[in-house]
């Protein structure tokens, strides 16, 4: 899956961008209070996508 296609996912959601790291962006979901990491490659695996997602709280995009 594209990065960015799962940026949007994650943004439609409610989750809100904190920090770019060093190799990551992390993101926020207020509502539930929970943190996650998107690595910085263009693509990203789709099992990693579904980790994401469930890290934050959200309905998985794949």
């Known amino acids: 899956m594209k990065r960015r296609d799962l940026i949007k996912h994650i943004q439609k959601q409610g989750c809100v961008f904190i920090r770019e790291g060093t190799n990551h962006s992390i993101f926020y979901n207020p509502e ?27 309905t998985p995009l794949v």
Do not use: Q
Request: aromatic residues 4%; proline residues 4%.
């Open 32 to 58: 539930i209070n929970r943190v996650s990491s998107i690595p910085r490659h263009n693509e990203i695996d789709n099992y990693l996508c579904k980790k994401i997602c469930k890290d934050l709280g959200i």
